[in-house]
Nanobody, 115 residues
Framework: QVRLAESGGGLVQPGGSLRLSCAAS????????MGWYRQAPGKERELVAT???????NVADSMAGRVTISRDNAWNRMYLQMNSLNSEDTAVYYC?????????WGKGTLVTVSS
């Protein structure tokens, strides 16, 4: 059973930064491609960034330049550093991986950008 647990969300002011974490278990993390998605109120879930086992990251155009995705294979953790946040970044952020034919999701962590 794959388990993904996000943390690090919260309330942040416009222009601020947050670092989200995803703790993974139940899979061989070192060979898993991981991803961050988000879902804003009233909108569909969208891809934020993915990271391959070797640490190569790909960030969606909507967040390019403001987001860095990284991972620590020794600790089975993935991170999302977000900078210059604005109200449109308010969403629940989810950790995801596709493992043995299934797509696995965490429960999400809420990020609220507001003054």
């Amino acid at each position: 059973q794959v388990r993904l647990a996000e943390s690090g969300g919260g309330l942040v002011q416009p222009g601020g930064s947050l670092r989200l974490s995803c703790a993974a278990s139940g899979l061989n993390f070192k060979i898993a491609t991981m991803g961050w998605y988000r879902q804003a109120p009233g909108k569909e879930r969208e891809l934020v960034a993915t990271i391959s086992p070797d640490g190569t990251g790909n960030v969606a155009d909507s967040m390019a330049g403001r987001v860095t995705i990284s991972r620590d294979n020794a600790w089975n953790r993935m991170y999302l550093q977000m900078n210059s946040l604005n109200s449109e970044d308010t969403a629940v952020y989810y950790c995801n991986t596709k493992w043995r034919g299934s797509s696995w999701w965490g429960k999400g962590t809420l990020v609220t950008v507001s003054s």
